[in-house]
Each structure stands twice: as structure tokens, then as C-alpha cells.
């Protein structure tokens, strides 16, 4: 699938602090939609998920940022691990906080709504996006996360009643195990947060059950909302 060329600039990059891919809405004013917020996996960059986030939803705004973290001094991520599975909870605090400010700046810079971005996120990206709502959720009004573990599980639940969350995890997954994501399902849901939890018959990696399983949860979603 053709993704239509990004906005993005070198300057809005410098000036945001992330390399990064925007691309508006297919609407007519950016304000009336989504916008997705990408987030690649271990090794991605800013470019991954857009024929992704295109398949999920025609009309949404894509943001999508590259991962500030390089492992063995090449690897791009969102935050440090100390090994498999096992993070640095200072760094991943810290990287939250500062994904979520870029959120923020670049609503103003490009135009669209706060109040009407979810995170899709795989793997890594997906463990910063749970950390994000863990964290920081007001920054995110929903969330599809594919292959995600529990980040970390703050001092204080926060409230996220408001939020609809879609998991879709793999049955034998050796990295986001079942328990791991039964988990994060749980904590997400004992914030209040109302969360869809799927399976697949795959391992870590993404297959086309779990697109187009996110993408009818994508689309019941904005039916709901536009019936609000």
C-alpha cells in the first residue's frame, strides 16, 4: 500500500527533537479525526508503521516518531533495556515523558486535535504506549497495542476510565508472553481503562489477523465516538 508523502522537515524535526513522518488527515480539516500515533518496534525507524496506520484508517492523521534510543550503537528503540524483557524503569520513565511532550508540540505544529490520538504500537512502541497511558494519560485518548508486555506498574493507577484499549497478542509468543500480556490487560483494566484483549495463532511477529482485527476495532470505535 502507497503512503502519500510525509510534511515532515528536517527543521520541524530539530525543532520537535524527534526525527520523525507527518502526514495530515484525508479530511478536509485535520481537527475532525484521528490521529495515530506510530510506534515502531526494536529496530524500526519512522517509517515502518505508515503503510500500517494507512491500512488501519484511510482518513487518519499519521505522526510517527523514530526512537531516540540506539542499541548496540545502531538499533533504534524507545527506551533502554538492561536484557530481554527487562527494562530501565528510570529511562522508560524519562522517554515517556518526553514522547509525550513531542505529542504535544507537534499537535500545535501540525494542527491536530490532542484530544484525538492513538497510539499504535508494536513491541517496543507498544510498551512505550502503555507506558505513555500508565504515565501520561492525557496524552492519549485510545490505544492499539500489538505484542505488548507490562512496562512497569506505577506507584499510582491512574484514572483511565475514558480509555478504550485493543491488545492483540500471540499465542506463543516467547518475548510478550501470555501471562505478560494477561497482565498489562489486567492493570490496564484495573486503572478503569476498557480493553479488548485478542489472540492470534503467531509468535512475536505481526500477521494479518491482528490488522485487520485492530481495524474493526478501529472502526467501531469512531462509529461510537461520532455517536457521542
Not at 508472553?177 to 492470534?200: F, M
Amino acid at each position: 500500500m502507497s503512503v502519500p508523502t510525509s510534511s515532515s522537515s528536517s527543521n520541524k524535526s530539530d525543532q520537535l527533537g524527534f526525527t520523525h513522518r507527518f502526514i495530515p488527515s484525508g479530511g478536509e480539516n485535520d481537527k475532525a479525526g484521528l490521529t495515530l500515533l506510530l510506534l515502531h518496534g526494536t529496530g524500526g525507524n519512522e517509517d515502518d508503521l505508515l503503510p500500517l496506520g494507512r491500512e488501519l484508517d484511510l482518513n487518519a492523521g499519521l505522526i510517527s516518531p523514530r526512537g531516540k534510543i540506539l542499541e548496540a550503537g545502531r538499533i533504534p528503540r524507545f527506551f533502554r533495556r538492561l536484557a530481554e524483557g527487562i527494562f530501565d524503569i528510570e529511562d522508560l520513565k524519562f522517554r515517556s515523558q518526553e514522547l509525550a511532550g513531542f505529542v504535544e508540540k507537534a499537535s500545535r505544529v501540525y494542527g491536530f486535535d490532542s484530544h484525538k490520538v492513538i497510539a499504535v504500537g508494536y513491541s517496543n512502541g507498544a510498551n512505550i504506549a502503555a507506558s505513555m497511558l500508565l504515565l501520561t494519560p492525557q496524552i492519549l485518548s485510545g490505544a492499539i497495542l500489538f505484542r505488548a508486555m507490562v512496562p512497569l506498574v506505577p506507584d499510582n493507577l491512574p484514572d483511565l476510565s475514558d480509555k478504550r484499549i485493543f491488545m492483540s497478542s500471540g499465542l506463543r509468543d516467547p518475548i510478550a508472553t501470555r501471562q505478560e500480556a494477561e497482565r498489562l490487560s489486567g492493570l490496564l483494566k484495573q486503572a478503569g481503562a476498557v480493553v479488548d484483549l485478542q489472540w492470534q495463532d503467531s509468535g512475536h511477529e505481526l500477521i494479518q489477523d491482528d490488522i485487520q482485527a485492530a481495524k474493526e476495532w478501529l472502526h467501531l470505535l469512531k462509529k461510537r465516538k461520532k455517536k457521542v
